[in-house]
């Protein structure tokens, strides 16, 4: 029998309630023959990611989540794989970082949706200079599940280490057991852009979402090398139909509510960016209730605030801004530094209070810091009240 051991430290002891510890350690102790049920609070998904310690994951960022026929996926970004954890709590030698992961859960399991990568890295991609993508967003069209994946580049120049080099869109075959298979890889009005301030240049792999049989992308602008410059977003949209074409897309210009068939036909002031939805860079767009509700953190997704914005369509009007959550950086007891960004909505999973799911992305502002603390570099989740 596989003995399993987890160190759940300071940063995460603080979100599980201690009953919700002694199950998950229970749990631990008997293996993972059988899945558990969905868990239905936010200290049980907190303590479900706290556990998942091997080659499959270890810890990851921009967790977004989506369900189709009855299986949900989780979407990682940057994702580490590991055996578990030394007894100082810091991930073990042979530890290594890959570039994306696609979660199929199952219970309070969770396994790769496909062999390897969701994406792979792109030919060109070194250990010097990594050419890889990060799975953002997914949704349904056509029979299939597709993903937007945004290519990065590592940067060590850069403020952040990577620069983005445009947006993919992913093509896969849902089987019947829930698993992926990658069909094909096809291009977006992104492809091959570079980021960069103004229409021109947006990554579009904010969200997406289906609506009225189109297909709704959301996306953002931003300085290179300066996080200190606001990033606006905005909103296209495609016939589902015609989603892997990248000339069937339209672009919403808030200025005159009209949709254009070219982004150089909405406004390059690119001081006040009058045709973006959001002065920030939008993070989640969901259908919840009778609305769409988007997330987002000030400052380019990072700041200490939470905000949510609410609007009947997809493009709009959007309802003043609300703080729903306070989510700063900080220092674990350990002494490891921390960013928090990347808040999702998981309106998917039902929870016993009735609320919303939500989850935080945390990584090390090193890779130091990261590779100190198993822990860390795995999401918390809340539950919210929305406007």
Known sequence: MTTIIVSVKGVTVRRLAAAAAVAVALLLVAGPAS??????T??????????????????????????HNGHVYWLFGDSVLSNGEDPDGSYPAGAVMVSNRILLQQGDQLV??????????APTSTGAAQNKHWTQAMFYANSHLYVLAQRVVSDPGDSLGFKLRGVELVKYRQNSDGTLTLVGVFATPSTGVDGGTGPLHIQWSGDALYANGYVY???????EGNPFVIHYSYVARVPAAQVENPYAWRYYAKSTNTWRASLGELSQDLTNQPDAI???????????????VMLHKPWNGWGDTIKATTSPAPWGPWSPEVTVLSSPAGTTPGGQEYWTYSPQLHPEQATTSGKVLVSVAWSGKTLADTWADADLYKPRFYELTLP
């Open 35 to 40: 899945a558990a049920p969905t868990p239905t």
């Open 42 to 67: 936010a200290d049980g998904f907190t303590a479900m990611f706290a556990a998942k310690n091997d080659q499959t994951w270890s810890g990851g960022d921009q967790v977004t989540s989506f369900k």
């Open 112 to 121: 790769n949706a496909l062999s390897g990568n969701a994406v792979p890295d």
């Open 217 to 223: 992308v959301y996306g953002s602008t931003g300085a």
């Open 278 to 292: 959001l002065a920030g860079q939008v993070s989640s767009v969901r259908w919840i209730g009778n609305r769409h």
